[in-house]
Structure formats: structure tokens, C-alpha cells
């Protein structure tokens, strides 16, 4: 009984427990409404299928309407992205100069949020995608900087120019002017100067002026323009002698005269006078030399500014200037002069590379009365240029050149070789140095290595004579006479007969054949002049080493070692006698041809 | 299905009500609570959510209960009550749902003391009922988003005291009495601490416990029957 009530009321209780739980209500559950995607993405300042050929600054704007939130962007150029996130605009830079020529495509894809409001739209995860497209080509890319043109020298400043439009994309620069490796200065260029195309260099001076820029793209984007110079010619100077302790210094116009309002020379050289840059002459207390006398490396040259008065002159450029004591020089190594009166020009030979033993390569220039070439010739190889001769035949007026154991005949008129004598062809000896000179119809021959000198009929190759010759031989112009060590010679009969004998060890002779006169000197600078018809011999007052005869003056000079003398050949007497040399060697000769002083290099001064 | 069970249980008491003195008596209770701090909490659930337009669903309303008894005598009767009720804030859309259910369940062992109101009538009594609460109370959260679903729950419980005047009429009717019975439960219930954790509670925005206030009207019907 008891059991089944407790089981009746344990049953009522689950019934009655079950019947009264309690129920929740439904969800709030919201209707939404699907919206039409309303999301833009627009980029300015790119078209479809367009040319670029500049660098473009991109802006892209998402625009949502109010409704669709930005979820992802990607911007990819040929698939590399550029941009990426969630930002809502922005930019982006195109550089072709990057990309190279080519076709590319710019693509867009955006995820933007679906705007239902729904709990998904809430929480990003339903959406739209959209995608754009941009096809672009670059071609023809114009020079991404400024190309600089070669300078120009305007109103005696530098003007460097260039195309300014191609400064569009430019913001500023920095100008570089050097001098060789030395920067002169350094010139900050905003934008204005830069479209303005045009700089002018008012302010250096120098022998090389190089400018070069360096630019900045209003992309922050930095480039070396080009390097452009221009070799300024230095103001052409001479110096020519006023008397025995002055000479005068004369310039012409600098080429960068605007530059600087006066220069100076070096202060030692004289009170500190202001200089004119478009030329003048001044007086320089001091007493001439022939080469320049400032040293090895010219003259110092000090050009200035005013700048507020006496005292605070700028100092715009120093440097040193080579400025000869004399007019300008056609260099040349090793060179012979002579003066053909006939003609009236000068004439050299050159031997173009004095290093290249055992051949050397000889040529003959007919010179403008300023020394430079007017007509060349290449006369041939040969194998010494020592004690090398260069004369005017007499008989024919050409020219004659005795080197080694070559001896040339030149056509005077073109310069072409008319014949030549080879040792060889008469004498063979091999291993034996010989010197071969040819006179008029001769052929003679000094075995040095032999000490002996034999004469052939040149055409013949017939031997007419034979005798020793220990050290020295030289023959007058069209071989009348000869000196043989210390004997004196005169063709006689077709043979050389000693005509006068001198005891004293002679070192080099000179040959005044149609005055019948000769000069020389023995090893110890002692000077004589021997009369060839009287056998008449004097003692020079004057000790020299080289000696040079004008034919036109009918004067020579006697070098020594600091100086130039200038004697008369008849009376010996000595003219002029300056100290005009800085150095001395054994191999700086003299030549005094019409006047006309010159170096073996070809500097000279006239009317000396 | 469940008519059907409560008929049969029904008659199964009235077989067994043969020759004894008791009376067991069930009513069916219609409930009203307060639960005053449990509707701010919800509030403040509400202010939480900002994305959602979430909304209130369930407010802890009144609730149909029971209470199952025993009449010693005709003065003195002991009773066990069950009540339930809860809270629930929702927002659904096509694509997710977001959902915080709040049940309530309240076991209720108490006593009642009754006298008759008038001097002839047996049958209208008024009396005090004094009573022990146990509260169980869940927090569930559900949401899912697409395909993607979360829940989570925690388990709270109180105990408390509570007392209260009720007024019942009784009408006999065959072998057993019908009864109505109204009466208002004053509940003084505690902290609702974690079920795992004592030392846990539940608090509102401001820092005050909240409890779990049952008080209210209890309006009933049911049947006394004698054993």
C-alpha cells in the first residue's frame, strides 16, 4: 500500500516537475534586407591602356557609400603587389625608369563588406570582391634627368645649358665644378634655376672646368647628370726681351674675362699691379731668359675680384701658367733646324720616337714662319741619329741629311726622298759602325769602329781614297772641304789634300763653305775660326760649346753654358751676350736661323 | 502524453486513499518573482553588446509551479514547492545567433499553519507558512556565426528563507476537496555563488551581490485528498 503511494507521488512529482519548466521564447530573429553592392574604387592619373613615360604618382580613394566597409585591397603591378590593407586611400608611385620598356598591367581587387549588417557582415565575413584592371605601356623613356651640353664660353663666362624640359620632374640640384680633381665649388639649384636651362659660371676660372649635377626628382629620386668640361685656353702670354734687364710681358684677352676683374703675377716678380683680363703689357724688371724663368711649372697667376673696396679683393683662383720667354712652340723631339733662304721658311727634322733604338723613324717638316707644320714627310729608318747633319745642297737647293750610315737627298719642293747612299752598298763590314755623308758626287765613309775614312765615287762605288780617321770628320756643304781629327782638307783633283794641320784635339767643326771660312772647338771650349784660303787662324775671345750660323744675318751664335752670344763672322765681334738659359746639357742645342732663336724643341723668340 | 500520465496518476492516489487520517494535497501554483537585480543585470548585458541590437526575450515572468504537501491535522501541514522561471537575450539573423539563457529553478521545504477565518466554516482558512529556499540558476551563452558555433556555461546556486501569509478555500467534492489557495511569499535568499567555487559570486556592474528574490504572489489550485 505504502509502496504505491510513494510510487504515485514520485511519479506526480516528475509529472508535475516536467509540466512546470519553464520555456524560453523564440529567439529575436531580424529580417534583412540584401543590398546591392554601391562600393567605388577609383585611381587618378591612370588610364587604361595608357603611355607613360614619366614617373606618376597614383591615388587610389575607396568610396563605400556609407554602407559597404573596406575589407582587403591588393594593387599588384604584373603580379608583384604594391600595395596592400585596408586603407581607404592612398598612393603610388609608377616609375618607368624602374620597370623598362614594356607592356604591364595593373590590377585591383577589393573586398568590401556586404552592408546587410547582419552578424556575418558584422564580423567581416561576407562580402563582396570586386576587381579592376589597368593595362599600361612604357615606351620612348625620355633621359631621366637633365643632360648637361658642352660648355660654352659666352661674354668670357662659362654658360652650361641643357634641356629644361626634361627639369620637369626635377626639384633641385647640386652643381659640381671642378678643376681637374680639385672642386672648385659646390652651387645648390632649386627648381626655377633648374627650369631656367641655363647656368653661368661667372665666378671660376681655371685651365678645366667640370660640371656635373646631381639631381633630385620631386620623387625624392637622386641621379648624376652627365659630366661635361670645357678646356679653357690659357690667356696666350709671351714674354719679349726690352733690353739686357727688362722684358715685357703681353697678354691677350682671358677667355673667362668676365670672371674676374684683374690678375697678378707672381709677387717677385715685381710691384703688385693690377692686370687687365682682356689684355695689355707690362714691364717686368728683370732680365730675359729664354725659356721660362718662373721654374719648371710656369708662372704663377693670381686672379681676383673686387670685393668691397682696396685691400678686400678676392682671391677667385691661383695657379701656375707656363709662360714662355718667346712665342708659342710646335714641339718637337730632338729637332734640327735650318732656314732655307731660298724658300725663306724653316725646315726640321723629327725623329718621332728618340726611344725606339735601334730604329728610329725620320721626318722632315717644312714649318710656317710661326713653326708650325705646314708640310711633313716621312724620309725613313735609321739606325743612329748621333752628330746627325742637316744641310742645303748648294748645287741643287735640296736638302741633305746625313744620319748614320744613311745619307738622304730631299726634294726641296715636295719634301720626297730623291736617293739615297747606304754605307752598306759600298763597304760591308758587318758589325762595324759607319757614317755615311754624301757631297756632291761623293760617297764618304768613316769606319768609326775602324778609325779609317774611305771616298768612293758615289755613282761608280769607285774607291778614290783612303785614310785614317781616329775620332772626328766633318765635310762642307757641297764637299769641298773636310776635317779629319786635326787636319783640314780640300778636294783637289777629285782627292782630299791637307791644306792645314792643327794640332789641338778638335771637337766639332763648322763649315761657312762660301765665305771659306770654318769654326771650331776643342774639348775644352776653346774657339777658333781658320780662314781656308789663307790659312789664317784665330783664338776667340769667347769660350762656347755649340755654335749655329745665320745664314741670312750672316751672324752665329756661340752657346755656352749660361749664355747666348751673338758674334759677327767676320770680325768676330760679339754682339749680344745674354744670359737666356735655365739649363745646359749636352743635348740642348741652340739654332739662330734669321733671327730667330730656338730650342731644340721648337720654342723661340724673335729678333734676337 | 503528459494528460494522459497526470489522469492516470490521478486515480492511482484516489485507489489508494482508503481508511487513513492525513490529507495530501497538490496545487498548481501560478507564480509571480521579483528578481528586480536579475533584470538590471540583464540591462547591463544589454549596454555590453553594442554590435547587436540584442533584445530581451525572457525577463524572469511569472511561471506556473507546484507545490506538493501533507496535512498532518487540520492545523499544521508540511509542503515542498518547485518553482521555475528565467531570463534570455537573443539576436539572430540568417547568418548567426547570439543567445544568453538565464534558467531558474527554486525547491522550496517549508510548513504552514491554518485556522479557519470563520466560525462556522471549516472550509476558509487563513494562515502562515514559513519555508527554505534552494535556488539553482544557469548562465548559458550560445552564438554561431555561419558555420561555426560556441557555448559556454556556468552553474549558480543560493540558499535563503522565506515566509508568508496564504489564505485557502477548500470544497469537498466526492472523496477528496477541491482547493484555491492565495498567498505571497516574502523570500530572503543569499549571495548566488559558482557551484564549483563558494568563494565565487555573482555581482552587478556596481559591485553589489545579486540574489535570486523569488518573493512574490503564489495563486493556486489543486485537491486535497484524505489517506
Known amino acids: ?608 | 502524453m503528459k494528460k494522459l500520465l497526470g489522469v492516470f496518476l490521478f486515480v492511482s492516489l484516489l485507489n489508494t486513499a482508503n481508511a487513513q487520517n492525513g490529507e495530501l494535497f497538490v496545487d498548481l501554483n501560478y507564480s509571480t518573482f521579483s528578481f528586480s537585480q536579475l533584470r538590471e543585470l540583464q540591462d547591463d548585458q544589454l549596454k555590453g553588446v553594442k554590435d547587436y541590437p540584442l533584445a530581451v526575450n525572457d525577463d524572469f515572468s511569472s511561471n506556473i509551479g507546484f507545490t506538493l504537501g501533507y496535512k498532518i491535522n487540520n492545523q499544521f501541514a508540511a509542503y515542498f514547492s518547485y518553482n521555475t522561471t528565467g531570463g534570455k537575450i537573443s539576436y539572430a539573423d540568417y547568418s548567426g545567433v547570439i543567445r544568453l539563457t538565464q534558467p531558474l529553478k527554486q525547491y522550496v521545504l517549508g510548513g504552514m499553519y491554518t485556522f479557519p477565518l470563520l466560525e462556522n466554516s471549516e472550509n476558509f482558512r487563513f494562515g502562515f507558512k514559513a519555508f527554505a529556499s534552494f535556488t539553482s540558476m544557469e548562465i548559458n551563452s550560445y552564438s554561431k556565426l555561419l558555420d561555426n558555433s560556441s557555448e559556454d556555461s556556468i552553474e549558480l546556486r543560493s540558499t535563503g528563507l522565506g515566509i508568508g501569509p496564504t489564505l485557502i478555500y477548500e470544497q469537498p467534492i466526492w472523496k477528496v476537496r477541491l482547493r484555491f489557495s492565495m498567498a505571497y511569499d516574502l523570500v530572503f535568499n543569499g549571495k548566488l555563488t559558482l557551484k564549483d567555487n563558494d568563494d565565487m559570486h555573482l555581482e552587478d556592474s556596481s559591485g553589489d551581490d545579486i540574489k535570486a528574490d523569488w518573493s512574490g504572489i503564489r495563486a493556486g489550485i489543486g485537491i486535497s485528498i484524505p489517506i
Open chain 1, 1 to 608: 500500500m505504502k509502496k504505491s503511494i510513494i510510487n504515485s507521488l514520485l511519479g506526480l512529482l516528475c509529472l508535475l516537475t516536467l509540466s512546470c519548466d519553464f520555456e524560453f521564447a523564440d529567439d529575436s530573429f531580424h529580417e534583412l534586407e540584401k543590398v546591392e553592392p554601391q562600393a567605388l574604387f577609383g585611381l587618378e592619373n591612370l588610364r587604361d591602356n595608357m603611355l607613360l613615360q614619366e614617373p606618376v604618382k597614383v591615388s587610389y580613394i575607396y568610396s563605400g557609400n556609407g554602407v559597404h566597409r573596406l575589407l582587403q585591397m591588393t594593387i599588384t603591378l604584373n603580379d608583384k603587389i604594391l600595395v596592400s590593407g585596408t586603407a581607404t586611400k592612398g598612393s603610388f608611385l609608377i616609375d618607368p625608369y624602374k620597370l623598362g620598356e614594356g607592356k604591364y598591367e595593373l590590377k585591383v581587387e577589393y573586398t568590401f563588406s556586404s552592408g546587410t549588417n547582419s552578424m556575418a557582415d558584422k564580423n567581416n565575413l561576407e562580402g563582396y570582391v570586386a576587381n579592376k584592371s589597368y593595362r599600361f605601356i612604357v615606351a620612348d623613356l625620355p633621359s631621366e634627368t637633365i643632360v648637361l651640353n658642352e660648355p660654352m664660353i659666352v661674354d668670357g663666362s662659362v654658360h652650361l645649358s641643357w634641356d629644361p624640359k626634361l627639369a620637369k620632374n626635377l626639384q633641385k640640384a647640386k652643381l659640381s665644378i671642378k678643376m681637374y680633381d680639385t672642386l672648385l665649388e659646390e652651387v645648390e639649384m632649386d627648381k626655377d634655376d633648374l627650369l631656367s636651362g641655363l647656368y653661368v659660371d661667372k665666378k671660376n676660372v681655371g685651365s678645366k672646368l667640370i660640371y656635373k649635377l646631381r639631381t633630385t626628382s620631386i620623387y625624392e629620386k637622386v641621379l648624376e647628370t652627365n659630366t661635361t668640361e670645357i678646356d679653357i685656353e690659357p690667356m696666350e702670354m709671351r714674354r719679349e726681351i726690352v733690353d739686357a734687364e727688362r722684358t715685357r710681358l703681353v697678354w691677350k684677352e682671358h677667355p673667362l674675362y668676365g670672371n674676374f676683374d684683374f690678375f697678378r703675377i707672381s709677387p717677385s716678380y715685381g710691384e703688385e699691379t693690377n692686370l687687365d683680363p682682356r689684355g695689355g703689357e707690362h714691364i717686368i724688371n728683370k732680365a730675359p731668359k729664354f725659356t721660362n724663368d718662373w721654374g719648371s711649372n710656369g708662372l704663377d697667376l693670381h686672379f681676383y675680384r673686387y670685393d668691397g673696396g682696396e685691400g678686400k679683393n678676392k682671391l677667385v683662383r691661383k695657379f701656375e701658367q707656363d709662360v714662355f720667354f718667346g712665342n708659342g712652340f710646335e714641339n718637337k723631339e730632338k729637332a734640327q733646324f735650318i732656314y732655307d733662304t731660298n724658300k725663306g721658311c724653316y725646315l726640321c727634322t723629327e725623329i718621332v720616337d728618340p726611344n725606339s733604338y735601334p730604329n728610329y723613324e725620320l721626318k722632315i717638316h717644312q714649318l710656317n714662319d710661326d713653326l708650325s707644320v705646314s708640310k711633313s714627310a716621312r724620309i725613313g729608318i735609321v739606325k743612329s741619329t748621333w752628330k746627325m747633319q742637316f744641310e742645303i745642297d748648294p748645287l741643287t737647293n735640296n736638302y741633305m741629311i746625313d744620319a748614320g750610315s744613311k745619307s738622304f737627298l730631299i726634294d726641296a719642293e715636295t719634301l720626297n726622298v730623291i736617293d739615297v747612299w747606304d754605307s752598306g752598298d759600298y763597304w760591308t763590314v758587318n758589325g762595324n759602325y759607319m757614317k755615311m755623308i754624301h757631297r756632291n758626287q761623293l760617297g764618304i765613309i768613316h769606319n768609326v769602329t775602324k778609325d779609317s775614312l774611305i771616298v768612293y765615287n758615289a755613282e761608280t762605288k769607285e774607291e778614290l781614297q783612303h785614310f785614317d780617321c781616329e775620332d772626328h770628320i766633318d765635310v762642307s756643304s757641297t764637299g769641298k772641304y773636310m776635317a779629319v781629327d786635326g787636319s783640314f782638307r780640300k778636294l783637289t783633283d777629285g782627292k782630299y789634300e791637307e791644306i792645314y794641320k792643327d794640332p789641338i784635339e778638335i771637337y766639332e767643326v763648322l763649315f761657312l763653305e762660301e765665305l771659306d771660312l770654318c769654326f771650331y772647338r776643342n774639348y775644352y771650349g776653346g774657339l777658333y775660326r781658320l780662314n781656308l784660303e789663307t790659312k789664317e787662324r784665330k783664338t776667340l775671345n769667347v769660350e762656347g760649346g755649340y755654335f749655329c750660323y745665320d745664314p741670312v744675318t750672316k751672324k752665329m751664335i756661340i752657346q755656352s753654358r749660361s749664355t747666348v752670344s751673338i758674334m759677327d763672322v767676320f770680325s768676330l765681334e760679339i754682339t749680344k751676350a745674354v744670359n737666356v738659359f735655365y739649363h745646359f746639357s749636352s743635348d740642348f742645342h741652340l739654332f739662330y736661323l734669321n733671327s730667330r732663336l730656338i730650342d731644340p724643341e721648337g720654342r723661340y723668340f724673335d729678333n734676337y
